[in-house]
């Protein structure tokens, strides 16, 4: 299979985005920063790409210009092993101005989403037992950030 990387467009944060990204998840690191030329179409020296790893998996940001936006319709699914990974990576995502939506789902200060997922929950929600489907279902609607406890409590009855 080839290599595969998101491709993130931003206006002129791709340097601070990928900075923020790094030093949120363990194991990660800008690669390489490219800057625009005297050819242009942006303003010699600024930077045009950065290439960064988080937790070994590759990422492209583009200072593209104010064209494209970044919006809800892609996010990328963060698999916590637990409660305390869930409430650390929550904290750190909508730190200064990031937004929190319903289901576990959050847009960080940059407008990237982000699903942010405790062990055990896609299992939860996809029970072959429609009961503990239903329950696991009804209770994640009901929350912003997502709560393993909780929803095993309402799995349980």
């Known amino acids: 299979m080839p290599n595969i990387r998101p491709f993130l ?7 601070d985005a ?13 690669t390489t920063i490219s800057h625009y030329g005297e050819a242009g179409p942006r303003p010699a020296g600024l930077v045009m790409t950065v290439a960064f790893e988080l ?9 593209g210009g104010p064209h494209w936006k970044i919006n809800e319709a892609i996010s990328f ?8 990974e869930v409430d ?11 937004k929190t939506h319903a289901c576990g789902w959050l847009t960080d200060k940059f407008g990237v989403t982000w699903q942010v997922v405790p062990s055990g929950f896609i299992e939860l929600v996809t029970s072959p037992d429609p009961v503990t489907a239903a329950r ?22």
């Open 136 to 157: 696991a279902m009804a209770a994640m609607q009901q929350m912003i950030k997502l709560d393993i406890g909780a929803l095993r409590q309402a799995v349980e009855g």
């Open 18 to 30: 990928a900075r923020f990204y790094v030093s949120v998840f363990p194991n990660s690191r800008i």
């Open 55 to 63: 937790d070994g998996k590759p990422f492209i940001a583009l200072n």
């Open 77 to 84: 699914v963060i698999d916590c092993a637990d409660q305390a």
């Open 88 to 98: 650390r990576y929550w904290e750190a995502l909508t730190a200064d101005g990031g």
């Open 9 to 15: 467009w931003f206006d002129t944060q791709a340097e």
